[in-house]
């Protein structure tokens, strides 16, 4: 199947704990994304690489670390957790056409991260 | 920065009732998509808009965009259970900016 698949989908821990999600996408797309959906659903960018390079950092507490070991690979890595880090994570793709960035999201089905 | 301003934040229809979604950018958008998330789900692309005044149908689904690309509307004819979800709206500047999102609408159905 041609996806954009996050693994865990649930992870619960306790705070001051270190977690990583992953993600990886098979669509052959350029750019990858992070976004964070909190409780009353409002979807936030936190990065953006393109082919491995990093193009949008959102104001995200430097505990939030990204990693891009291939363009088709693009992992979250969280440091010392707090309450507030619960939400959804969603992973998303898209290709690069053209130079342009307007290209629409392929989403992962999103992992959810509750801190207790 | 850039806002996105989405109206309303739930709306409750009886099935067979029109539904519409508005979305207001504080700045010119480039573009505008769509994107609807069933509960428990992700969020899923269902169109974009690019000219200014454009308008483009789904279905029972019909899309706007505003003349002056700051503003975009998602009006479902009767609805249907199967519409049940939250409705986002996403405006892009242009260049590398990245996707930002309206808060949503949650789209609530009665039967």
């Known amino acids: 199947d041609t996806a954009v698949s996050q693994t865990p989908k649930y992870l619960v821990t306790q705070m001051g704990n270190d977690k990583s999600i992953k993600c990886e996408q098979n669509?052959?797309?350029?750019?990858m994304y992070w976004y964070k959906q909190d409780s009353k659903k409002f979807l936030k960018i936190m990065f953006s690489y393109n082919n491995k390079e990093l193009i949008i950092n959102e104001t995200v507490p430097n505990r939030f670390s990204p990693k891009s070991p291939d363009k088709a690979h693009l992992n979250l890595h969280i440091n010392s957790l707090e309450l507030g880090d619960s939400a959804v994570y969603f992973c998303a793709s898209s290709p690069r056409q053209g130079g342009s960035y307007n290209s629409p999201l392929h989403f992962g089905n999103g992992t959810r991260l509750t801190v207790t | 920065g850039q806002q996105v301003m989405q109206i309303p934040q739930y709306q409750h229809v009886q099935e067979g009732e029109d539904f519409t979604t508005y979305c207001n950018s504080s700045?010119?958008?480039?573009?505008i998509q769509w994107y609807k998330q069933r509960p428990g789900g992700h969020p899923v692309f269902l169109i974009q808009l690019v000219k200014s005044g454009e308008v483009k149908k789904q279905k029972r689904l019909t899309f706007q965009f505003g003349e002056a690309k700051k503003n975009s509307s998602l009006h479902i004819t009767a609805t249907q259970t199967t519409d049940v979800g939250t409705y986002f709206c996403?405006?892009?500047?242009?260049?590398?900016?990245?996707?930002?999102f309206g808060k949503g609408t949650h789209l609530i159905i009665q039967p």
């Open positions: 700045t010119t958008l480039s573009n």
């Open positions: 669509l052959g797309h350029d750019t």
């Open positions: 996403a405006g892009r500047r242009g260049g590398a900016d990245g996707l930002t």
